[in-house]
Nanobody, 121 residues
Framework: QVQLVQSGGGLVQPGGSLGLSCTASGSIFRINTMGWYRQAPGKQRELVADITSGDNTIYADSVKGRFTISRDNAKNTVHLQMNSLKPEDTAVYYC???????????????WGQGTQVTVSS
């Protein structure tokens, strides 16, 4: 199994910044897409940002221009830099990776433990 360990998060005032990171370890053959999701109370889980193995990125419209996703392949780590935070960004943030395992080649999705981000004055 693949383990994802997240760090970062916390309480920040509107307009502030936070950085999240997520490191994967375990039975990894090849990491494909890495990304971040979030879920606020009473709301659906939503994609925040994804980054592919080719470093193509996708952002939710609500975070474009404010959040930046990046990856460090040597460390199996994905980062999310969040700037100009708004109260509506308050949620539990989960990292996710899609890995390819051989014999036979099958893709699996794994999730981090989640970390709380609270934006409030």
């Amino acid at each position: 199994q693949v383990q994802l360990v997240q760090s970062g998060g916390g309480l920040v005032q509107p307009g502030g910044s936070l950085g999240l990171s997520c490191t994967a370890s375990g039975s990894i053959f090849r990491i494909n897409t890495m990304g971040w999701y979030r879920q606020a109370p009473g709301k659906q889980r939503e994609l925040v940002a994804d980054i592919t193995s080719g470093d193509n990125t996708i952002y939710a419209d609500s975070v474009k221009g404010r959040f930046t996703i990046s990856r460090d392949n040597a460390k199996n780590t994905v980062h999310l830099q969040m700037n100009s935070l708004k109260p509506e960004d308050t949620a539990v943030y989960y990292c996710s990776v899609v890995v390819l395992r051989p014999n036979p080649p099958i893709q699996y999705q794994y999730w981090g433990q989640g970390t709380q981000v609270t934006v409030s004055s």
